[in-house]
């Protein structure tokens, strides 16, 4: 099975493009007046746009905000990477037009594999592999706290199993060592060792 951790947009909808975030909250800045920002963008405002210098003081603080941003989600997403080895994907962006028609990420998601492993060992191992990925950015999201804890009810489950297992092994060795006195007592002997 496949799941993904994210990052959401914090701001929602800053400059022209309505964010589409695949999981996680929005924030209430997508309004009415943001979508009055959404405009076709004249030559001229193409080429003022293009020339930084150019740009009005709040496009350029828009600007700003969107670069802090795509940084932020970039590296929230390499962090669930790095955190997940081979259990991970790549990462998928959301992007978003800043006022100098470059694209800015705003949102992203890693898809994360949450297969169970062949044995509890495994599948113990996996969970705690997914946990790390999930739980490995500075800011995890709302979507990462539930990915890390559907991984830890995978992990209770095969820690269950684990010692079920365990328990009904022990009892095989039990129920042996007690055949084998019985078969002794039959016989006139008695292991004191057991």
């Not at 600007?63 to 802090?68: D, F, G, P, R």
């Not at 100098?100 to 060992?121: F, H, L, N, Q, W």
């Amino acid at each position: 099975m496949q799941t993904g951790l994210s990052t959401s947009s914090p701001f929602g909808n800053i400059y022209a493009i309505e964010p589409r975030v695949r999981s996680g909250a929005q924030n209430e800045e997508t309004s009415s007046a943001s979508l009055s920002q959404e405009k076709e963008t004249s030559p001229q405002e193409k080429e003022r746009a293009k020339d930084p210098d150019k740009l009005t003081a709040s496009e350029r603080q828009v600007v700003t905000k969107l670069q802090a941003r795509d940084t932020e989600v970039r590296a929230h997403e390499a962090a669930h990477q790095a955190a997940g080895g081979g259990l991970t994907g790549g990462a998928s962006y959301t992007y978003q037009k800043g006022p100098d028609e470059r694209m800015y990420a705003i949102g992203g998601e890693v898809s994360i594999s949450t297969k169970e492993g062949s044995t509890p060992e495994e599948t113990i191992q996996i969970a705690r592999q997914i946990i790390a990925a999930a739980m490995a950015p500075a800011d995890p999201s709302p979507q990462d706290y539930a990915v890390a804890s559907s991984a830890t009810m995978m992990m209770l489950k095969a820690q269950q199993q684990k010692a079920r297992e365990m328990q009904e092994q022990a009892m095989g060795l039990e129920s042996y060592k007690n055949g084998e006195n019985m078969q002794k007592e039959k016989k006139g002997e008695m292991d004191i060792s057991a």
